[in-house]
């Protein structure tokens, strides 16, 4: 079973830029593809984006495309979020979650999450 852990949370202004990184332990991280979701208060989890095992295929929601960034590097277990031009309602509880499945978007479809770590964007 792979352990997920979030880190690169904070605070930050509209406008500013953050980048979130999820370490996973394990020698198999690179057979899984990775996705990054959000929770804000009150909302269902949402897709954020997603990388397949290679790093060379990424999928974002529409929501952020062209302002973040998934990335991966499997010789340091760890995929980052590159998180541009933050947006108040961009605040949300971000997890990272490895998957099976290439780009998939389902919550269903992770096999692992992470604890999450907190964004939260002020205006």
């Known amino acids: 079973q792979v352990q997920l852990v979030e880190s690169g949370g904070g605070l930050v202004q509209a406008g500013g830029s953050l980048r979130l990184s999820c370490a996973a332990s394990g020698r198999t991280f690179s057979s899984y593809g990775m996705d990054w979701f959000r929770q804000a208060p009150g909302k269902e989890r949402e897709f954020v984006a997603a990388?397949?095992?290679?790093?060379?295929?990424?999928a974002y929601a529409d929501s952020v495309k062209g302002r973040f960034t998934i990335s991966r590097d499997n010789a340091k277990n760890t995929v980052y979020l590159q998180m541009n031009n933050l947006k108040p309602e961009d605040t949300a509880v971000y997890y990272c979650a490895v998957t099976a499945f290439a780009l998939a978007r389902t919550p269903s479809d992770m096999n692992a999450w992470g604890k999450g770590t907190l964004v939260t964007g002020t205006s």
């Open positions: 990388i397949n095992r290679s790093g060379g295929l990424t």
